[in-house]
């Protein structure tokens, strides 16, 4: 990559990213009469088909020409990977209805964070050298920490529904229904690590041409617009088959709030991944550390947001102190990566 690294501002970006993603999905609760798969696939053309494309317009100088010059390979591989990830988020969509915010990310965020991270290194033959490089150790140890911080948000999570109270809640949790929904949306999220690195040599044309940080932008309109061709399909399908269709045009419908928060759904997962291209350009040589960090904060952004949602009032002591050493834990993690890239872009 052509662009500087700056390992210390490269964390703060896929901090704001993390927030983004942690915020994405809130506006759901305030979806009225919509069906869910209405509400996924408006939230979907936003963020993985309208903005992409205008995020590149706006950002890649000469885009034409990067497109026509950029390798066909990489871009098919690009969308063909973020066609699988998009039936994972479809599954970490329907997993919020039955675990909540808290949980469906501790779980299916933690499995990406470690399989989209240290997978692409491994596949590669790269990991062996990651480790003997300078700050290797420090970036590997930090994942493996963050997984710990993430580990540790499950059980408080856990903990949590012990401690239940209301009957309304105990009838919408359904651990059956919504944890084999967290590990396939976990797996499949991961491969959205592997749409990126995929079509990097596309992003690295762009830089070519000027696009310097903003050149992953680029990469979005393959990841992205694969993402959106499985869920349009399945929501689609879904909308015929419980006649659901019509509710995008029905006055019985709260029409103009329903699509404003669906727009904001978009908005906020689609800025989530570009913070998190500002950050991935700026990591130096273990760029591949980006998705741990990316998703350790959001991890940790989703349970504090939790705690403003009112998701952990009323439980005991010894869940909210579990909930406190995880998010300590994860702030380690972050810090522990960070130092590790700061030593490593120092060494290059």
């Known amino acids: 990559m052509s662009a500087p690294a700056n390992p210390i501002l490269g964390t703060l970006f896929h901090a704001c990213g993390g927030l983004c993603a942690s915020l994405c999905y809130t506006p759901q609760k305030k979806i009225r009469v919509w069906s869910w798969e209405t509400y996924w696939l408006a939230q979907a053309a936003f963020c993985w088909l309208i903005l992409p494309i205008v995020g590149a317009v706006l950002t890649i100088p000469e885009l034409g020409v990067v497109l026509a010059e950029a390798p066909k390979a990489a871009m098919l591989r690009s969308f063909g990977l973020g066609a699988l990830y998009g039936i994972g988020g479809i599954s970490f969509g329907v997993a919020i209805r039955y675990l909540g915010f808290a949980l469906t990310y501790s779980i299916a965020v933690g499995l990406s964070s470690v399989l989209g991270t240290l997978l692409p290194p491994l596949v590669a033959g790269r990991l062996g050298a990651t480790l003997a490089g300078q700050g290797g150790g420090w970036v590997i140890s930090g994942v493996l920490i963050g997984a710990v911080g993430i580990g540790i948000c499950g059980w408080s999570s856990w903990l949590k529904q012990g ?48 696009a310097g940080h903003l050149q992953g932008n680029v990469i979005y309109l393959f990841s992205n617009t694969g993402a959106f061709a499985t869920s349009a399909i399945y929501c689609l399908w879904l909308g015929r088959r419980n006649r659901s269709l019509g509710e995008y045009t ?85 810090l522990t990566i960070a130092y590790g890239n700061n030593l490593g872009s120092a060494a290059s």
């Not at 989703?302 to 949602?309: A, C, H, R, T, Y």
Request: charged share 10%.
């Open 163 to 210: 401690d239940l109270q209301s009957a309304v809640v105990r009838t919408t949790f359904s651990a059956r229904k919504g944890v084999p929904l967290c590990l396939l949306a976990g797996v499949l999220s991961a491969v959205f690590s592997f749409s990126l690195a995929a079509g990097q040599p596309v992003a690295d044309v762009a830089a070519a041409h000027g």
């Open 250 to 334: 029905s006055a019985a419908s709260s029409l103009a709030g329903n699509w404003a928060l669906a727009a904001l759904s978009g908005l906020l997962w689609y800025c989530q991944f570009f913070f998190y291209g500002l950050g991935h350009t700026r990591m130096g040589p273990y760029g591949f550390s980006s998705w741990a960090l990316h998703m350790i904060l959001l991890v940790a952004f989703s349970n504090v947001l939790g705690l403003v949602l009112h998701e952990w009032r009323g439980y005991r002591l010894r869940t909210l102190r579990a909930l406190t050493i995880a998010l300590v834990v994860l702030v380690a993690a972050v």
